[in-house]
């Protein structure tokens, strides 16, 4: 019988859930990086509201932290998962690290660019197309998002 990969899902998305509920004063997105044995390598949350950075997604912050720590930009072998969908500068980033799988929960469909609005990672067009596993904890994974915009909302 092959291996199931989903509880091991499920547990790196619980880590990014862990960081999501990080981010503070902005969007709770969370994000975390494993190795091929499953280590987690990097976490991140967004942090543009922290750090007046446009490009401090989460996705994008803990690429550079992985890259940091393993001491190369290529990030082969390793799984980005994330709680949101990524939007396109996240997905470009991610297929330009190239990482070999990426794991989301919810969808985004205003800005997602892994399905919703674009498909950057599954664009064949590209020299490298990762895996993508989507609607990991996805209910548990828009919660959050859903109720940091609805605090947000006149009238």
Same mark, same amino acid.
């Given at each position: ?37 499953? +280590? ?35 990030? +082969?072998?390793? +799984? ?70 609805? +605090?947000?909302?006149?009238?």
């Amino acid at each position: 019988m092959p291996h199931d990969p989903l509880p091991r899902y499920r547990a790196w998305m619980r880590e990014a859930l862990t960081e999501a509920g990080e981010a503070g004063p902005d969007v709770p997105i969370g994000a975390v990086i494993t190795g091929p044995d499953g +280590t987690v390598l990097a976490r991140a949350h967004n942090e543009r509201e922290l750090t007046g950075d446009p490009t401090a997604h989460a996705e994008i912050l803990v690429l550079r932290r992985a890259a940091a720590r393993l001491g190369r930009w290529r990030l +082969t072998g390793c +799984t980005l998962t994330v709680t949101i969908e990524p939007c396109t500068m996240c997905a470009g980033a991610a297929v330009l690290a190239r990482v070999d799988r990426i794991v989301y929960g919810a969808t985004d469909p205003k800005a997602g660019a892994i399905g919703s609005l674009w498909d950057v990672a599954r664009d064949r067009r590209l020299n490298h197309n990762p895996e993508v596993i989507t609607g990991i904890l996805a209910e548990e994974c828009a919660d959050p998002v859903v109720r940091f915009f609805s +605090t947000r909302r006149v009238g």
